[in-house]
């Protein structure tokens, strides 16, 4: 029998030490690399921290799977068993160019079900952790449920390249969502703005393409506490392969979709 606890307990001992690795990697001379275009970085850092992960991991539970951006662990095609969905540093280009706003974002799943999410917001030192069944926290400080909110009164997270010319989608699919909002927010950063859902510091947060380890972190969280995680489409996520991301607050999730985004061809 799968003792979640224990996992729990080292999911959250080996991401405040890998945080504690990045940290010390400041001071030192990044190799930088790009992957699909030259906005698209990674770095000697990244690899190193999913691999420390990796080797943890096949230590402690050499049965579960990882599934990593940095193509070191396993190779997944199904969900079966548990499977850790690892992004070792989301938002790199925040820690290229600014040493902050950026996450360490962990999923943890048994046959699919989200069962532990951790978002480890490594300068500022805040862990934002979910246990299936028993609740998200912020460090220590447990989190409320989400409350609905109005459209007038929120606040999203979006990315300015989804209403202004971009190969995806028309950009004013989105604008009058955008026009109707208290206001818009980007960090750079997915893990981090959907916790930033979590605690109420925005209302909603939407990507048009995201990968699985940039949201089952998240997932997990937003779930926790009563949150919608979709696509665009208010489909369930697919954790093997990347989509389109909604993440809102209860309500909220249901009016935007109506009013807004049902027409979109996402």
Known sequence: M????????????????????IKDSFQKTLTIETKSNRNDLVTDIDQATEQFFISKINETYPEHRIFGEEGFGDKIED?????WIIDPIDGTMNFVHQQRNFA??????????????????VVHDELYHAF????????DMQIPSLKEASVQDAIIGLNATWVTENKRIDPSLLAP?????????????AAIEM???????????ISLRLAPWDFAGGNILI????????????????????????????GLHEKILRDYLQNGSW
Do not use: M
């Open 177 to 189: 969502l955008v026009r109707d909002v208290r206001g818009t927010r980007s960090y750079g950063s």
């Open 195 to 205: 916790a930033y859902v979590a605690t109420g510091r925005i209302d909603a947060y």
């Open 223 to 250: 779930t926790e506490l009563g949150g919608k995680a979709t696509t665009l489409k208010g489909e369930d996520l697919n954790l093997l392969e990347q989509s389109s991301v909604f993440i809102c607050k209860p």
């Open 132 to 139: 299936q069944g028993k609740g998200a926290y912020l460090d």
């Open 2 to 21: 799968t003792n979640w606890d224990h996992i729990d307990e080292k999911a959250k001992e080996w991401v405040k030490e890998a945080g504690r690795r």
């Open 79 to 83: 969900l079966d068993g548990v499977v």
């Open 104 to 121: 360490i974002s962990i999923g943890i799943y048994e046959d699919g079900v989200g069962k532990i999410g951790l978002i480890y917001d």
